[in-house]
Nanobody, 125 residues
């Protein structure tokens, strides 16, 4: 049974930081690239960060570049998103997701095979 379990969300003031974690099980973790998506109120789900199967390549949405850092640990089946200098517009439910390399466009949600249930991040002004 595939599971992706996110943790680390919460309420933080603007300018603060959070560390979001995702633990994967039930599939071969190192065979999949990993992404973090978010979906804010009334908005579409969007990719904010992605890393390849080995964690050697990462990419970020322009809106979070230089503020968020994504890393993965294949020995622990985990992926972590460090979010710094948070802004109210970062408020969203954050989801981790797994994508088989070559499966569609990594920026598109339907290219991902497995999803977590999400963790809420709320940034107050």
């Amino acid at each position: 049974q595939v599971q992706l379990v996110e943790s680390g969300g919460g309420l933080v003031q603007a300018g603060g930081s959070l560390r979001l974690s995702c633990v994967a099980s039930g599939y071969i973790f190192e065979d999949y690239g990993m992404g973090w998506f978010r979906q804010g109120p009334g908005k579409e789900r969007e990719l904010v960060a992605y890393t390849n199967v080995m964690g050697t390549v990462t990419d970020y949405a322009d809106s979070v570049r230089d503020r968020f850092t994504l890393s993965r640990d294949n020995a622990k089946n985990t992926v972590e998103l460090r979010a710094n200098s948070l802004k109210p517009e970062d408020t969203a439910v954050y989801y981790c997701a797994a994508r088989k390399p070559g499966n569609g466009n990594l920026w598109t949600a339907n290219s991902y095979s497995f999803w977590g249930q999400g963790t809420q991040v709320t940034v107050s002004s």
